[in-house]
């Protein structure tokens, strides 16, 4: 009898302490298993441009014409709307992005293509911004790209 006062004692308890556990709504962070390790390999989407110096934000109306993939070589492509481009990569001292070979053609005048291109080649500090993306920025850190991971990359 008295195992069994015991028991259910012991029971009791744990059901008072199990109520006095605060419940925490969930966080908009991405699981863990959804934060790469590496910027390579992946296809990220161009989604907004921060000024920092005014305040501004931009948003990219459709970020899959404005991609960007890193390779494990230290070569990088990827689109700026209707043009291609190429080039190659470092993140030794900062982050330097230097283009190659581009196609040039004309997209529109209201497209984010031309900016898209000098902003690149403007970076000079970027990585993984912790939430399961991608941000680069130019020099002191005026205009900030902020990237979403579209997936996994295929070689053009």
Partial sequence: MKKIS?????????????????????????????????IQNINWQWTVLNNQATGETQEVPVPENYTIVFN????????????????????ENGFTITLGPTTLAFCGEALLDQQYLELL???AA????????LALE????EQRME??????????
Avoid: H, K, W
């Fill in 6 to 38: 015991m028991t259910v004692a012991l029971a009791f308890a744990l059901t008072i302490l199990a109520a006095c556990v605060p419940v925490t709504a969930p966080t908009s962070a991405p699981a863990e298993a959804d934060q790469p390790e590496s």
């Fill in 72 to 91: 494990a070589d230290g070569t990088l492509y990827g689109t700026a709307d209707c043009n291609n481009f190429s080039g190659v990569y470092s993140q």
């Fill in 121 to 123: 080649g403007a970076v």
């Fill in 126 to 133: 970027g990585g993984l911004d912790g939430r399961g993306g």
């Fill in 138 to 141: 130019t020099a002191g850190g």
């Fill in 147 to 156: 990237y979403q991971n579209g997936g996994q990359a295929t070689q053009p």
